[in-house]
């Protein structure tokens, strides 16, 4: 006799013994993983729907988003209160989560709970997606570059200070090979397959390294580089970090807090390199709120910038103008960093999550709300802890089903709202926050 074939459900158990985290994407307040079998899953803050779990609730622990279960995503990021998914054999791009300004690409300001497609970019291989405050910006396999969502300041590239509600095409991109998109929260950056910057949008604060403080409606290229060519670009809020093909790291913009880590707390309208990693080679990076995380061939990983929830990595709460080693990682290679505005998430080489700073809304994944001012392992995740084994997922309604989640009160209802105020004025007293 043959042997048997294994059952469906012994390969089901078989394919989640294996499961294994991909990567990881930081919004505000909360946080998404993409599993190895295509499965998505969140944590954090969900009052606007930005789990995607069908309701409002905030989640301590890593959930399974259900309603990704058959959609083969294959990459994930997040914006601020939002987020986006995307399917590469299906071409599908989903997105969720709070929906002033368009910036889920749905044609309405109505708030998602749970993932829907973006019709209009049904079909279309994406390459890269990048995702601000209110905003999002997409590079497609044929070159194209769209973008949508809140654009007060010309961070959509569009040429006007309109909102988009679906994506448009960025017509001063065509043309231009780019190869690599960031989104901060009021501005865009770029980066061209020939290794050229582009910035637009907000630059108050000198974001866009242009040499001045000037918003710019379309991409303007940053030509103070040292001629060096660029190859990653990363944005925080409202500051900018950008890394040369030789491995050297340049930051720009806002540094009221020494996110930019050139040992001072002095602004930058053009890309200044980080002296304190001249010696290193940077392969990876990433912006929070005010603070920015890089991290070198070797796999050290450093941090500077704001630190009043321990979101820097170095076991206290003092602000750091100055790039300083994240310890605590077990002498483990990070393999990929992501910032939210207060907390920070790290992949290493041995397959494990840590994730530390602000844990109020329990973004940090451990099954509590507590903020944490050095590396922890999430254990439900990571390799050497419980390896992704016991992962809930969501379920709908029993009584209503998924299409309760679709109708729930969203925030705008919940909110004491006057109708005929100005819908910016809306979000600015919605999510205007002390250094909290």
Known sequence: MGDAEPSSESGLEDQVKDRHILYVSAGANHTVALLSDNLVCSWGRGEDGQLGHGDAEERHLPTIISGLCDAE????????????AYSNLTKT??????????????????????????RALNGLEIKHMAC????????????????????????????????????????????????????????????????KLYGWGWGQYGNLGLGNR??????????????????????????????????NLYTFGWSKYGQLGHGNFQDHLVPHQVHALRNKKIRSIAGGWRHTVAVDEDGQMYGWGWNKFGQVGV????????????????????????????????????????SWGRGTSGQLGHG?????????????????????????????????????????????????????????????????????
């Open 132 to 195: 601000g405050d209110s905003h999002c910006i997409v590079l497609t396999s044929n070159g194209e570059v769209l973008s949508w969502g809140r654009n007060q300041n010309g961070q959509l590239g569009l040429g006007h200070k309109e909102d988009s509600l679906i994506p448009c095409k960025v017509q001063a991109l065509e043309g231009k090979a780019v190869k690599m998109l960031a989104a901060g929260a009021e501005h865009t950056a770029a980066v061209t397959e020939s290794g």
């Open 315 to 354: 076991n206290n709460t003092e602000d750091q103008n100055y790039p300083q080693i994240v310890k605590g990682l077990a002498d483990q290679r990070v393999t990929q960093v992501s910032c939210g505005w207060r907390h920070t998430v790290a992949l290493t080489d041995r397959g494990n999550i840590y």
């Open 73 to 84: 995503i294959s990459s994930i990021t997040c914006g601020s209160d939002h987020t986006t």
């Open 93 to 118: 791009l989903y997105s969720w989560g709070w929906g002033d300004f368009g910036r889920l690409g749905h044609g309405n300001l109505i708030d998602l709970f749970i993932p829907h497609p973006v």
């Open 214 to 247: 000037c918003d710019q409606m379309v991409p303007v290229e940053v030509v103070a580089v040292n001629r060096e060519k660029i190859k990653m670009v990363a944005c925080g809020w409202r500051h900018t970090i950008t890394v040369a093909e030789s491995g």
């Open 368 to 436: 509590d709300a507590l903020d944490i001012n050095e590396p922890k392992r999430m254990e439900l995740l990571s390799v050497d802890g419980v390896a992704c084994w016991q992962i809930e997922c969501s379920q709908p309604d029993n009584a209503t089903g998924w299409g309760a989640a679709v109708h729930w009160i969203p925030p705008s209802t919940r909110y004491a709202i006057v109708p005929d105020k100005p819908l910016g004025l809306y979000s600015r007293q919605r999510h205007q926050t002390a250094d909290v």
